[in-house]
């Protein structure tokens, strides 16, 4: 039985624990057909052991995005490991504790700075990077957010910077549809990952979802946000481009 990335080559960025939303992408897209390569930082000796939890092996490479020189690099690891990509999925966000957990008011520039450019600007670094690699047929790119519409107890400056990753998307898709190359966002409801652990009472941002979730929402299972990222790195989706796709059981079309 054939799967719908059958011959389609990947980069995945951000598998970091077996819990990430990227580890699951990997899973499903190696099942569905695909080839995979991830990118690692700052451990990848970490990402390699996850790794071999997957059905089949694959390659680990060292990328830190806000990284001119790795980025650079990027082009050729991947053109001697895959020969050419299909698609990117960027699954990285960072910001330093200051700028979470409450404290919205007092973070300083600089750690907002930070945030920006590992949770929104990367999206183009890493795009543009992996572009050359993308031929005549194009490619999709995929992005993961947490609702930006919304001022989310706890989540501080991350919200702006997934404000700025989505409007990044929608430019990126505006820029390279020419090259046939679409970008798309999940928006994942919230999961129990390492991103998660490092904000302050992420717990109570959670808990929204026991109360307001027309489906029943599992904070342990990536499995339907890695599922939502595989198929919008398929054909199934030829002609949409700059869309977020609600991964979230449904949260964010509730009213009170």
Aim: net charge negative; with cysteine; proline share 6%.
């Amino acid at each position: 039985m054939s799967g719908i990335l059958d011959g389609k080559r990947i980069l995945i960025t951000g598998v970091l624990m077996e819990s990430s939303i990227a580890f699951h992408t990997a899973k499903v897209a190696q099942e569905q057909g695909a080839e995979i390569i991830l990118t690692a930082f700052p451990r990848p000796t970490l990402t390699e052991r996850i790794a071999k939890k997957l059905p089949r092996p694959a390659k680990v490479i060292e990328l830190d995005v806000t990284n001119t020189e790795h980025l650079d690099r990027l082009e050729g690891l991947v053109r001697d490991e895959l020969g050419s990509l299909d698609g990117v999925v960027h699954s990285i966000g960072f910001a330093p504790q200051d700028a979470l957990g409450g404290n919205f008011l007092n973070t300083p520039f600089e750690s907002v700075a930070t945030a920006m450019h590992v949770s929104a600007f990367s999206l183009k670094s890493l795009t543009m990077a992996c572009l050359p690699l993308m031929g005549e047929d194009g490619g999709s790119v995929v992005g993961l957010t947490f609702d930006a519409q919304f001022a989310w107890p706890q989540y501080d400056w991350m919200g702006p910077a997934k404000a700025a990753l989505e409007a990044t998307s929608r430019y990126l898709a505006r820029d390279l549809g020419k090259q046939k190359i679409r970008c798309n966002l999940i928006s994942a409801g919230p999961l129990g990952s390492m991103a998660a652990k490092s904000i302050p009472g992420f717990s109570d941002l959670a808990d929204v979802w026991n109360h307001r979730s027309p489906l029943e929402w599992d904070m342990a299972d990536p499995e339907p946000a890695g599922r939502g990222i595989v198929a919008l790195l398929s054909d199934f989706f030829p002609k949409t481009t700059g869309e977020i796709i609600h991964v979230d059981g449904g949260v964010h079309m509730m009213g009170a």
